[in-house]
């Protein structure tokens, strides 16, 4: 869990971008409640899913890219490890601020660290 004073109306008083890398590996139901916690907060969000096509954290990605317009899902068709999945997630984005999160973190009252 996070905290700190940073909102969204100062980020964009200033013009940043911000953006977010969540790498998921089959955590059903877990990566949603990330996802939620900080869609309001930042401008995009890239998730690297490595899970399996038939564990349905695979599905549930899908499903975060096709309802909330800054959520993209790049799908690698296996676990290429945390530090790789983070790696190739920031260099998807193209934001002036990037927050690196867990599948399982969640955001705690729309704040987030400076």
């Known amino acids: 869990m996070v905290k700190s004073n940073i909102d969204k109306n100062a980020r964009q008083a200033e013009s940043w971008t911000t953006g977010c890398v969540i790498v998921n590996y089959n ?47 790049f799908h690698t ?20 601020l990037i927050i690196c999160m867990d599948s399982d973190a969640v955001v705690i009252d729309d704040n987030i660290i400076n």
């Open 27 to 73: 955590t059903p139901n877990i990566i949603s409640r990330a996802v939620q916690s900080i869609k309001n907060i930042v401008d995009e969000i890239i998730i690297v899913d490595g899970s399996d096509m038939r564990n349905p954290s695979y599905i549930e990605c899908y499903e975060l890219e096709l309802f909330n317009n800054n959520v993209s899902v």
């Open 77 to 96: 068709g296996y676990n290429i490890g945390h530090g790789k999945g983070l790696n190739f997630g920031i260099d998807k984005l193209n934001t002036d």
